[in-house]
Structure formats: C-alpha cells, structure tokens
C-alpha cells in the first residue's frame, strides 16, 4: 500500500534532526524561490524608542553548515541602528506549505563598504533602488512621494545572522515543537507545544 | 475610459485617512476572514531570555474606535510572561494582497479569569485545545507526543492591545511610508520609504 500522502508529509517532523534538517531546507528554498513561503521572513530586534519593532524583509542566503542567514538593508535604516545597539535578533517565519514556524535567535554582524562591494556587483541595477533613498528611510517628509531613489553602494548593508537558537513548531495532525541550540551541538529537544 | 484597476486599487494609499483605514479595513478583515493575509499576524516581545522574541498569533479582534487588537493565548505561554514584565509590544502583519505592511506598536493589557468566561463561552469545544497543554507550553518532554491538550478556562488569557502608534508602508508602483500617532490624534505624517 502507497503511504499515506499526509503522514509522508510529515515525516520530517518526527525527529529532531529531519525536523532541523526540514527548518534549513525551507530557509534554503526562501533564498532560491521568490515564491517560497520563507522569501519573506520578519526581522524583529529592541527598537531605540523602546518599543519592540519588527518588518519583512527578504532572505537572501541561508547556511545550514555556518548556521547562518543572510539579509540586505540600506545602512541608514532603523533597524541597523538598532542592531548597532543591540545585535541581538529574531528572524521568524510561518511556513503555510510545510505548517512550520521558524524562530531563529541570531546575533547580527554588520557588513559595509569594501566587504560588501561583490555582493553589490551582482545585484541586478533595478534592484538597487532598495538601498539609497533620499532622505534617508524614516525621515519626516512633507508629501507621500517627496523622495528620491539613489542607489548607492555606500548605502548598501548585509547582516550576517550568526543563528543561536532555533525555536521549531509544526502544526501537522499532530503539534510538536523542539528547541536547538548552536551550544548544544543542534541536538535539540523536544518542549510542550 | 474605466480607471486603471491597479490605480484605483492604490487609491486608498494616496491620502493618511484612507491610508490608516485601510489598514484598519484589512485588520478586521483578518478578523472575520480565515483566509485573509491579517488572519495570522507576528508578535514581538522583549524576550525574558534576552533576545527579541516573535510568534505567529491569530488575530482575534480589531476595533478602530478603541485602535485595540485582541489575541488568545494559553496563560502560561512565554509571551504572557514577557508581557508581565514589559508590556510593550509589536504586532506585525504583511499583506501580500494589499501590498500593505502593518507595524502596530501596543501596550499589552491581559484578561484572564472572570473577565474573560464570557469570551470562553463562545469557542467550539474543538479550538479549546489551544488553551491547556500539560505540562504548560515551552515546557521540555522526553518524547515529541509527551504532552495532553487538556481545555481549562484557568489557562485562557485574552491580550488586548491597546494601539500607541502604527507605521504603514505600501508597496505599490510608487512606496508610500507613514507614521500614526495614537498621542497625535491618528493624523499621521510621512516618513521617506
């Protein structure tokens, strides 16, 4: 008899490492598939008006080896400051396709300038509008369009997310929800849903 | 000649009233909509670990006169213990329909007990699981089924957020940003995309 469709489904869930393992290969397909659940990924970090903040951006790389993600921002953004003040992170998904939330703790490194000039060269020259707007993002202006765009590699930022806990819950017929941690291997444990 | 329909359907990003009741509309949308982008909206929290934290929650209520959103949890989850000690927070939504990203800065308020019976009252006995997992939510377990979904009312919390500020991006053919201010009379201001 063919295996049920929906428990095939699901295998991935049923042990910590396939489940981990499952986590990586859907960050992974974020990076290469603009349709992917995990293209759009919310970046939340302490907030220098003392507020929580949290916004999309897209997922631009993703190193299950390294335990790294990879994100692209404008320098003068709020969210570098803030991370200049505190690198400490969340990167979330809700995976709808694979009814998996990823919740990743990761310290944020910072790249400028000459570290980023080869990243840049490959970027398409329709994209770089996202980095360089004039003023910079989150400046007052008087009506909704007085702004220019002026792309600009000295505008241009990567954060090199250095993942330290994974928090992974899947919303299957079953709930199961396991923590992983770079100090502990990624062996992972199973908690409470 | 019959408006543009990707104009028209921008229309309502060109003005901060309709703008912010925009946002509003696609909120209570979430709302009543199983399937609308707002259903499952993102709340970040200051981590009791040390790290920002983020979740999936879905959206239970949304009323514009008050500017409130309303969430359920389970009472001992990691999120109602993070709002005991710091009760701001954010909740994000992004909708890909509408183009429109939501970025709500609210003041937790949690009702549980006495206030919230009447709100118990009126959940199918089958979505009462979410409210009484044993042992509590987060909790470790040896095996990934180790758990009972056990419905209790004395586990049911209500989050009411109460609104201080929204930050609003379309992302339509031009980007249009703006900042509304629950102390300013929700008049709002742009800010540089």
Redesign the interface.
Known sequence: MPPNPAEAAQAWA?SLETLRDAAWGRLVRGVRDKRAPAR?V?L????R????????VVLRGADKAAATLEVHTDLRSAKIAELQADP???L?V?DDRARL?I?A?ARAEILTGPQVSDRWARIPEGSRIAYG???????????????AKQPSVQDFAVLILHV??FDLVHLGS?H???RFERAGGWTG?????
Do not use: C, F, K, V
């Open positions: 049923q759009h919310t939340s970090t302490y907030g008006n003392g507020w929580p903040q949290a916004r999309i400490r992170a969340m979330h809700w939330q919740r703790e707007s004039r003023p910079a993002p989150g400046q007052p202006i008087l009506t909704a369009l007085d702004y330290q806990a079953d199961r929800r396991a444990a199973w908690l409470s849903p």
